[in-house]
């Protein structure tokens, strides 16, 4: 042993090894490090869904070993809650031979063999904690997930022990450690010390402990920290295995270690102990002798004590807390010996001790609730109830990993069986039906459809059973490894788990109380295995224990517990029916005496039901069918026949008529399942029957049909309905009352091979195995259609708008179908090998298909006959192994790619023709890999063309360029199997691979620390998943079909992205995506002008040109000139234009150009220069804008404007401090876009305050309520502008240009004699300034960005500010007319972390509170500029904070708005670095919380902090009352970009619809928001009224991104229809003008005709196939004087310019092309979209149509559909990009991209020019009111004429 001396006193395993070089060790799965809060060092997370593919293994290689001799083994970790882990410890003995040690939550009982001990660890919670006290009342352990409150734990084996006792083996060294999830670990180390970790260094000196007497305190880097007065055994757990005395599983849960006196009963039911030098026990005995570890808490080591393990005790238990008459109220309940194939007894014991199960690795139970414990990793949740709350001084840091989780969960299945079909059983009440489909079992509601899963089965699941009253459900599944499993069934969880030692277990039986379950499997000799379990203790938590077993050679098909005996069985099989009785621990059989039917094959049993449990045996009739169609009466209590009766076919006497069937002699009818109610029996036949008879058989009263044998009937318990399976798949039931049959399931009947979906009419086609192509309906999951061939189909895709489907076949035929006829358009045989992919162009113009000998084929999918265009041969890999989507086809129709012509490359081909583009070789991708990578799966990413998607052998997933072939990513380790599909969303935002049973959902970009879910279920490798086209589901199909639902949350809701845009530095971007975060320097296109210049002459008149004209002047610009250099600012109105301050030095008009777009700069060199956006969400960021503002713009004189402001609708959620309130003076003023809104709460009434022309970012108000000052952006990259507004008279007194970037934030000094603005993180720089003159006096440029500033309350010469570097204390200091700030930074205290500061508050004269962007709040004395005290007040950043008195408000961006009473901290005192709460015992309260709709940018309350108004990023002002504890809307917006709005026929209403996909309906005057429809993850494009005016009546639909059309009726507030006619986004609708249909337009250019009646599609309109749509409009308009019959008019308009006008009578199904005009036009060259095409029906005269869009010239043209000519052009500046025409005055609203509306009279050409908004502008139907639109602002102006 002297070269093992450098193993003592211990070895420190993880350093020995150096562990996280990963050299001699290995890691798979989830394996990462992250610094623990409670350890306050880095430990390691070991993380998977299945334990085994997540783990850390030590050491790497199999033959290599650690070489520890030490005694003891000691693992430092805590198991993650709710979840399973597993460990193995690999031993050598002394002969060599190797012994695997594992322990885990997921084992129910020990298991031993010569090479392997398995130990269950039990699980517990932390000291005093519910789940604590839950588990001391149940008695014993519970195996289980961990509870969320478990601990960090310090676990000893003796290993020596352990293999002596359990073995009888020698311990000769520790060879491998293998720790696998889920847990977190921080050290393993080996000792042949006895280590107690409670005892620390000091005290173990004290009390004399030395390793020499094999004992001694815990090594310091092994140790977990302990703050002062506190004990270690409060804070952690001690397992020490085998423990100081050996306890029963329901005593080892007492954390006391007194042993109890001999013979001593105790009212805590500790175990009675008996000296005792010698123990025999036999082998069975000793493996039910429980050796449970206990937790041990503190107790004295005496001097010279040498620990020693004492023998195994006696067993012998005592209670005082049962009477004898439940300990032995039936003998059933006890162990009972085996028949005689067991030589071996077990000991009859009463029921409290048959649930000892085996050795125990014991900690605490779990029991799904906790109290909080400050322990506890999980975050606190406070409740309006006042409760202290600890201070703590750290956080863990987060792990970013994909949101949310989970991201799929399994909404339904489409399929029945897979082991069995005579599985299906009915829920008690009569309204579900539960069955197995593959592994997972599913209850489904036969009302609704709706479907409820039990899932943990990991084979498929061949029996079931119900108690009586169905509220256990037990489950086996097939297999060598037959696992059963009980359920709650109506909360779904699993109850017990157990494995028993059989396969292929065939049958379950509950009892009707379900105290007793009884199953039939085979044993490893196949022969038939009946076991009994005891299973009343199941629903409180106990263990399921065999009360009988039985080795048979009978052939048993099915067996049932007797409904009115537990204790009694009935079994059937071949040649046999047996009764079954337990008694005195023993299971007998007595055979059924069949007589001449002894060689009958028997398939079904059932007793006679519906006589009380009283009834005397005598009376009891037992029901037996056969395969030879015979039915026996047995009388049970004799044990005799009674009757038998025989099914026979019917004979045929007449040509299609079937006689009644008889019992008679001759062949019978094989008769598979039967079933017995009180009033009739029912039976299901080999010939596809199910027939109810009356008791006496005398004829048949009812029967139906199936298309296969009928597996199982089942009569519900009321006796109303009958359930019935078939062999081929399918589960209905027949009501007796009606005789009316449902099909509630149907399944394919083997493996799925594919699946393509039709999202405009959500149906589901799929090819299976079987030989059938199916198609179902995804909303009821009802069959449609069955396609059957004698050829093997093997590939499908549906055409992407057409109602067809095309379906390969291992012939190599191709053939497509019209669903809606039901016929086949075309076949086609150019293949000679199976059809391994087939796929359609998204653009439906071409079909593909691929077969496995390398060809490749292209047809003309626009035709009916589907041509063939081009055959190319050899150019795939060959095989079948990329079946069924060897194909993908890019987003834009231009590219497809594929696998070969060899398996090591990927070719991409031209779509149209076939040619190739590009090879990649994937195989020399990675040069250090030993062997060739081939590939296996492509796919293109659907957002980005350039993207092509490759899965590889090696199990990685390869992104390579579409353009150049280059590597771009990969991700190793995808799948444990190779991957068999692979699919992007459509925005490219998350991936989806399946490999072998699982489905991996993945965050595309893989930028996150834990990239992708794994979700489990199907018991057979996957062979297709895709994502919905809606996007909202996921579809995986292989064993069955599962649908899930997609539950990650919309683009535009991710707003939390930290990275800024990366974008070339030029002087005009060339594409800029909309929403984009870009700065101002980088999209600087020159300097503004200052102001508009007014005019001085009349109003210009626009240019009206007619076609009698011989020359038409193109219209010019109607800018003027102005070449005076001037400082730029915004356009002020002229009531309040003041002078224009600029504090910095002057600097020229062209310099400040050339600094602002210096060209010859490196792009590279700016782009180090760019400052980055903190990781905040306080720090404001400008919405993008790609417009620039007209600065040629004509302002209207004072006073003779043609509309007018009226009121603004909405709330600017993307401003940050945006709202103020003065309770004392009434002022309540926010922001909305670049208007600042003066309301008065009372009235409802509002005030504008327009000078402003961007985005307003933040408001101050004076403490007087005098003066609003407000900031926002400057226009075309000229400094922010701040306005100064006086409040009496809505002038602007004063206008500030001065910082280059946003400005974050404003404020007034107390005294109202200073103000400051702070600027963005591109210039983070203070001013101050002076009230009075808003003259600059003193700034200070930071060191780092700021999200927040204020002024001190109390001392006017104070504020302080936060951000990214800290906190800033600053100081005034005057002299004379000079002023100076001052400012010292404080970094943020070390307790809290790398964090931000993102918002602060004063608190009283001397105190600051901030917060930071991980939820904390810090004290600070403002004094000596030190933390006093900080704690975690949110899970999330905290933005607002707000001070009054002792009530402190955080708001933050998990939603949560919280008061906190902090009164307590006014005596904390500063103690050294900081100060810890436990020490100190200062809490503050928790008093109110209150979720609102959105992340808290705004707050203002009242000085009592009773009331106040609180604004959200979701657009909503909240009026907040903690008083009443009540929350109003004040004013409500939309969050997201509005895409219409509209007025009703009546105007009293008004509706707008938005991207975030809600339709709101608002009244009118009141402008009040009166119901709002919400449809997640769908966009809202376009949205119209019902032509009905009576409110009754009125409608509103509105048309969404997945295609669909919505009605809601707003009588109703609910949504009355959902209709899908399109397949891509709606772009247009439109109710006609009668009402009679709806008109809406794709994307893809298809107009659907659809009834608002039945929600039928009555004609695709395909004229602007190609090109959207982005107009419809309806008229009512006879048109007999143009030529057509028709009472109204309609007209489209689509973006390749081309206009369509149509006469309809809709009530006569006519509709008929009036007019077709196209606009020429140049080609365009701009770097964003062309202008849209926009076209309307004149209200005064429907017979011109008014066109404009993108041409030769940018006018508006009058077209004549009775001339058919252009009879007028009105010439425009810039183009339009929306218009609307009044029917009152001649009136035309244009709107540019210019951020400029113009309001034009038509007659006279006269214009005015608003610089407000231009993306949605409306007309009332009136004309008296218009409507206009810019992102989420909404203005209604007042219409007063030109």
């Not at 069934?489 to 049958?507: E, P, Q, T, V």
């Amino acid at each position: 042993m002297a070269s093992k001396g450098w193993q003592h006193p211990y070895v420190n395993i993880f350093k020995h090894v150096k562990l996280e070089d990963w050299k001699r060790s290995a890691k798979e799965g989830d394996v990462s490090t992250y610094t623990d809060k409670r350890l306050k060092c880095s430990v390691f997370r070991i993380r998977g869904p299945v334990p085994a593919n997540s783990y850390i293994l030590v050491p790497k290689n199999s033959n290599q070993s650690l070489g520890l001799v030490g005694r003891y083994f000691y693992l430092l970790f805590r198991p993650a809650p709710g979840k399973y882990f597993v460990v193995h410890l690999d031993v050598s003995v002394e002969d060599g031979q190797v012994v695997r040690i594992s322990f885990s939550n997921m084992f129910k009982e020990f298991k031993s063999t010569a090479t392997w001990l398995q130990f269950p660890f039990l699980c517990g919670a932390a000291k005093d904690s519910v789940y604590e006290s839950t588990a001391k009342s149940a008695r014993h352990g519970l195996v289980g997930p961990a509870p969320t409150s478990v601990r960090w734990t310090c676990l000893m084996l003796d290993l020596q022990y352990t293999l002596s006792f359990y073995l009888n083996r020698c311990y000769s060294q520790l060879k491998s450690i293998k720790l696998c999830a889920n847990m977190s670990v921080k050290n393993m180390f080996t000792s042949d010390l006895l280590l107690d970790p409670g005892v620390s260094f000091s005290e173990a000196k004290l009390m004399g402990l030395a390793s020499s007497q094999g004992t001694g305190p815990m090594p310091r880097d092994m140790s977990y920290p302990v703050p002062k007065g506190v004990s270690w055994y409060d804070l952690y757990d001690y397992i020490r295995f085998p423990s100081e005395g050996t306890k029963l599983p329901f005593d080892s849960i007492q954390k006391g270690n007194l042993e109890p006196q001999a013979n001593c009963v105790s009212n805590q039911r500790s175990p009675m102990r008996e000296e005792s030098s010698c123990v025999n026990l036999s082998k069975l005995l000793k493996d039910r002798v429980s050796i449970i570890q206990q937790i041990t808490t503190p107790k004295s080591l005496l001097r010279n004590q040498t620990p020693m393990v004492t023998d195994i005790p006696d067993l012998g238990v005592v209670s005082t807390q049962q009477d004898d008459d439940w300990l032995f109220n039936n003998g059933d309940q006890h162990q009972q010996e085996s028949t005689s194939s067991m030589s071996q007894q077990f000991t009859s014991r009463p029921p409290w001790d048959t649930d000892d199960g085996g050795v125990h690795v014991h900690v605490h139970p779990d029991d799904g609730f906790s109290k909080h414990e400050e322990e506890s990793e999980e975050e606190f949740v406070c409740t309006p109830v006042p409760h202290p709350v600890h201070l703590s001084l750290s956080k863990e840091p987060r792990q970013e990993k994909l949101l949310p989780d989970p991201i799929l969960r399994l909404n339904r299945i489409i399929g029945f069986g897979g082991a069995t079909t005579k599985c299906a059983l009915w829920s008690k009440s009569g309204d579900a039906v539960v069955y197995p489909c593959h592994a997972i079992i599913v209850s489904m509601k036969i009302s609704s459809n709706q479907q409820r899963f039990f899932i943990g089965h990991t084979d498929k699941v061949s029996a079931l059973a119900f108690n009586g009253n169905t509220t256990l459900l037990a489950s086996a599944q097939t297999g060598s490894h037959s696992v059963v499993r009980v359920w709650n069934y109506n909360k779904g969880n699993c109850l017990a788990m157990f494995r028993i030692h059989a396969h292929s277990l065939s049958s379950l039986s509950f009892s009707y109380g379900g105290g007793i379950l009884c199953g039939v499997g085979k044993d490893s000799h196949s022969k038939t295995m009946v076991v009994v379990w005891n299973t009343q203790n199941v629903s409180k938590g106990g263990e399921v224990t065999i009360i009988a077993k039985a080795h048979t050679d009978v052939d048993i098909r099915t067996m049932k517990v007797a409904f009115f005996d537990d204790t009694r069985m009935v079994s059937c099989g071949r040649d046999n029916i047996r009764l079954w009785r337990v008694r005195n621990g023993t299971l007998r059989s007595c055979p059924v005496n069949l007589g001449e039917y002894h060689s009958l094959d028997f398939t079904d049993v059932a007793f006679e039901e519906g006589h009380s449990s009283s009834q005397h045996l005598d009376e009891r009739t037992l029901f037996a069918s056969s395969r030879s169609g015979y039915i026996f009466e047995i009388d049970y209590s004799r044990v005799v026949i009674k009757n038998v009766r025989r099914l026979l076919p019917a004979q045929q006497q007449h040509a299609n008529r079937r006689e009644k069937f008889t019992f008679n002699t001759g062949p019978g009818i094989a008769i598979n399942s039967i079933s017995v109610s009180s009033s009739f029996c029912a039976t299901g036949s080999e010939d596809g029957f199910l027939r109810l008879w009356p008791l006496d058989f005398s004829a048949i009263f009812l029967e139906a049909e199936h298309e296969g044998p009928v597996s199982l009937v089942s009569i519900s318990s009321d006796s109303l309905q009958v359930l019935a399976a078939t062999s081929t798949g399918t589960l209905g039931f027949l009501d007796v009352s009606s005789r009316g049959y449902s099909t509630m399931m149907r399944s394919h009947t083997d493996t799925v091979l594919g699946f393509s979906v039709d999202g405009i009419r959500r149906h589901l086609t799929t090819a299976s195995s079987d030989g059938t192509v199916r198609i179902w309906n995804m909303d009821s999951l009802h069959q449609l259609y069955d396609f059957v061939s004698e050829d093997s189909p093997c590939s499908v895709a549906f055409h992407p708008s057409e109602q067809v489907f095309s379906c390969g076949f291992s012939s190599g035929i191709v053939r497509v179908f019209d669903i809606s006829s039901a016929k086949m358009l075309a076949e086609h045989k150019q293949h000679r090998g199976e059809v391994v992919g087939l796929a359609f162009s998204p653009d439906g113009e071409f079909m593909y298909s691929a077969d496995s000998q390398g060809s490749l084929a292209l047809y003309n999918a626009s035709e009916e006959d589907h041509n063939v265009i081009r055959v190319v041969c050899n150019v795939l890999a060959r095989g079948t192994e990329r079946a069924p989507d060897a194909l993908t086809v890019s987003s834009d129709s231009r590219c497809l790619a594929f696998i070969g012509p060899s398996e090591y490359i990927v070719t991409i081909a031209d779509s149209q023709s076939l040619d190739e583009l590009l090879h990649v070789d994937v195989s020399i991708l990675d040069v250090q890999s030993p062997r060739l990578d081939s590939a296996l799966r492509v796919c293109f990413s659907p957002a980005s063309t350039e993207h092509l998607l490759v899965a590889t052998s090696a199990n990685k997933i390869l992104w390579v360029s579409t353009k150049t072939g280059r590597l771009l990513r990969e991700v190793s380790k995808v799948h444990k199997h190779p991957c068999s599909s692979l699919a992007v969303s459509e925005d490219s935002r998350f991936l989806l691979t399946a490999g072998h049973n699982a489905v991996k959902v993945w965050d595309y970009n893989m930028q996150l620390d834990i990239s992708s879910q794994m979700f489990i279920g199907h018991s057979q490798p996957i062979c297709q998943v895709s994502f919905s086209p809606d996007q909202l589901g996921v579809i995986s199909v292989g064993d069955a079909i599962f649908l899930w639902d997609f539950l990650a949350h919309p683009a535009d809701s991710l707003t939390d992205s930290r990275s800024p845009l990366r974008l070339s530095h030029t002087s005009a971007p060339k594409s800029v995506q909309p929403g984009a975060e870009v700065s101002r320097v980088q999209l600087s296109n020159g300097m503004p002008r200052q102001t508009a210049p007014l005019p001085s002459s009349p109003p210009s008149r626009l240019d009206i040109s007619t076609l009698d004209q011989v020359e038409q002047e193109a219209f010019g610009s109607l800018s003027i000139c102005d070449d005076t250099p001037t400082i730029p600012t915004a356009i002020v109105p002229a009531t309040g234009s003041g002078p224009t301050s600029d504090p910095r030095p002057a600097v020229s008009f062209l310099q400040v150009t050339e600094l602002v777009n210096k060209s010859p700069m490196n792009p590279v060199e700016l782009k180090g220069k760019k400052p980055i956006r903190p990781d905040c969400y306080r720090h404001f960021i400008p919405r993008f804008k790609t417009s620039t503002l007209d600065q040629a713009a004509e302002a209207p004189q004072p006073g003779e404007e043609g509309i007018k402001l009226k009121a603004v609708i909405g709330y600017n959620g993307n401003g940050r401090g945006n709202m103020v309130w003065s309770p004392d003076q009434g002022l309540f003023a926010y922001s909305c876009g670049c208007v600042v809104v003066l309301e008065y709460l009372h009235t409802g009434s509002q005030r504008h305050l327009q000078g402003h022309s961007e985005e307003i970012s933040c408001l101050a108000v004076s403490n007087d309520a005098q003066t609003v000052a407000s900031a926002a952006g400057g226009s075309n990259g000229s400094r922010s502008l701040i306005c100064i507004w006086d409040v009496q008279n809505g002038t602007c007194r004063k206008t500030i240009s001065y910082h280059e970037g946003a400005v974050q934030s404003l404020a007034f000094s107390r005294d109202d004699r200073f103000f400051l603005s702070v600027g963005d993180f591109s210039d983070p720089e203070v001013a101050l300034w002076s009230s009075k003159t808003f003259k600059l006096l003193s700034n200070v440029t930071m060191s780092g960005p700021i999200h927040d500033a204020a002024f001190s309350p109390s001392t006017a010469s104070q504020l302080a500010c936060v951000g990214s570097q800290g906190a800033y204390f600053c100081l005034i200091h005057t002299n004379g007319s000079d002023v100076d700030l001052r400012v010292q930074r404080v970094k943020a205290p070390v307790e809290v972390g790398d964090v931000e500061l993102t918002a602060l508050c004063y608190h009283k004269d001397s105190f600051l509170f901030t917060a930071t962007n991980r939820g904390h709040v810090c004290f600070w004395d403002v004094n000596t500029q030190r933390c006093l005290m900080t704690w975690e007040a949110d899970e999330g950043e905290i933005g607002v904070l707000l001070c009054r008195g002792n009530r402190l408000l955080t708001g933050s961006n998990t939603r949560w708005l919280r008061l906190w009473e902090v009164d307590a901290l006014q005596g904390v005192k500063p103690e050294g670095k900081g100060c810890n709460a436990e020490d100190s015992g200062t809490v503050v309260l928790l008093e109110q919380e209150i979720m609102l709709d959105g992340t808290t940018v705004s707050a203002a309350f009242d000085n009592t902090m009773d009331m106040g108004i609180v604004g959200t990023t979701a657009g909503t002002l909240w009026y907040i009352n903690w008083s009443d504890n009540s929350s109003i809307r004040l004013v409500s917006g939309h969050k997201t970009k509005v895409n219409d709005v509209v007025f009703s026929a009546d105007e009293r209403h008004f509706a707008t619809c938005s991207e975030d996909g809600s339709v709101r309906v608002w009244s009118l005057p009141s402008n009040e928001l009166e119901v709002q429809f919400q449809v997640l993850s769908q966009a809202c494009r376009c949205v119209c009224w019902s032509p009905s005016f009576s409110k009754e009546s009125a409608c509103v639909a509105a048309g969404y991104s997945d295609g669909t059309l919505r009605i809601f009726r707003l009588s109703s507030s609910e949504m009355e229809m959902k209709l899908h006619p399109h397949q891509v986004a709606v772009t247009a609708m439109q109710y006609s003008a009668n009402g009679h249909v709806i008109l809406s337009a794709g994307k893809n250019g298809l107009v659907a005709v659809s009834s608002p009646l039945n929600g039928a599609t009555l004609r695709v309109i395909k004229d602007h196939k190609g090109a959207p749509i982005s107009t419809i409009q309806c008229v009512n308009e006879q048109c007999k004087n143009l030529g057509l019959e028709g009472n109204e008019m309609w007209l489209a308009v689509s973006a390749d310019r081309r206009v369509s006008v149509w006469a309809a009578d809709w009530l006569k199904d006519k509709c008929d092309l009036l007019d077709w005009l196209t606009f020429p036009a140049p080609a365009y060259f701009g770097d964003d979209s062309p202008p849209p095409s926009l076209a309307a029906f004149c209200p005064a005269d429907p017979s011109l149509v008014v066109y404009t869009g993108y041409g030769v010239e940018k006018e508006l043209s009058f077209y004549s559909l009775a001339k058919k000519q252009i009879i007028k052009k009105i010439a425009l500046p810039d183009w339009a990009t929306c218009f609307s025409l009044s029917c009152k005055s001649q009136l035309i609203a244009v709107g540019s991209k210019e951020r400029m509306l113009k309001l034009i009279k038509s007659s006279s050409g006269r214009f005015q020019d608003f610089l407000q908004h231009s993306e949605t502008c409306h007309f009332s139907p009136s004309g008296l009111l218009l409507f206009t639109v810019a992102f989420n602002e909404i203005l209604l102006w007042e219409v007063q004429g030109l």
